[in-house]
């Protein structure tokens, strides 16, 4: 199976910036996946990166490097509502994802 | 929108029970998908299926078999239940990607069954 390697816990400020990141197995890769999850919430899609590079959806933005099997998702301008966990998943054949095991995010006033 | 509808929110069943967990997606997408979610363990595939009666094993299928007979619908059965299958169980669907690198593809989720085998 894939492993994906993600942080567990950050704690930030409410405006200030968080970077979590992800590295994955290469072997049938065809992208990366992140999702939100709100406490007692369902995963909600964030974004998908298929090639190298920056995509940006409003305050959050996510990163790719395939060379490095790693990518990153940047969450800016913390809000309290931000307070949720995040995964990130590998996609593979048949549109199937691997999920990370998730990093928490903490928002304070 | 699309919605992913799970059936129950919660059960409570016991050991050596047939459950029967149920989800319906009304936006025709082609795959559909059975996670668990546990503390410190993330998501977890049991199975997926990419078309009426195909189905396919994930990571975790021990204990568990699907049934897709209609595109909208796919059912986790857990043949008889154990006290380890006490679990949040995840449905999610998503449009066909045939495999190719492009698009995003992303799951639509459902609200998820709380489940708890005593």
């Known amino acids: 199976g894939q492993s994906l390697e993600q942080p567990s816990e950050v704690t930030a400020v409410e405006g200030a910036i968080v970077q979590i990141n992800c590295t994955y197995q290469?072997?049938?890769?065809?992208?990366l996946s992140w999702y939100q999850q709100h406490d007692g919430g369902a995963p909600t899609f964030l974004s998908y990166?298929?090639?190298?590079g920056l995509e940006e959806t409003g305050r959050f933005s996510s990163f790719l490097s395939r060379s490095d099997s790693y990518g990153y998702l940047l969450l800016q301008e913390l809000q309290m509502k931000d307070s949720a966990s995040y995964f990130c998943?590998?996609?593979?054949?048949?549109?199937?994802?691997?999920f990370g095991k998730g990093n928490q995010v903490v928002v304070i006033p | 929108d699309v919605k992913v509808t799970q059936s129950s929110r919660y059960l409570v069943k016991r050991t050596g029970e047939k459950v029967f967990l149920e989800c319906v997606q009304d936006?025709?997408?082609?795959?559909m998908f059975w996670y668990r979610q546990d503390p410190g363990l993330g998501l977890r595939l049991i199975y997926f299926?990419?078309?009426?009666?195909?189905?396919e094993k994930g990571d975790i299928p021990e204990g568990y078999s699907v049934s897709r007979e209609k595109k909208e619908r796919f059912s986790l059965i857990l043949e008889s239940a154990s006290t380890n299958q006490t679990s949040m169980y995840l449905c999610?669907?998503?449009?066909?990607?045939?495999?190719?690198?492009?698009?995003?593809?992303?799951?639509?989720f459902g609200s998820g069954t709380r489940l708890t085998v005593v």
């Open positions: 999610a669907s998503s449009l066909y990607s045939g495999g190719g690198a492009g698009g995003n593809y992303g799951y639509t």
């Open positions: 290469t072997s049938g890769f065809y992208g």
């Open positions: 990166n298929a090639l190298d």
């Open positions: 998943a590998r996609r593979g054949g048949n549109n199937r994802l691997a």
């Open positions: 936006m025709d997408h082609e795959n």
């Open positions: 299926s990419y078309d009426v009666k195909m189905k």
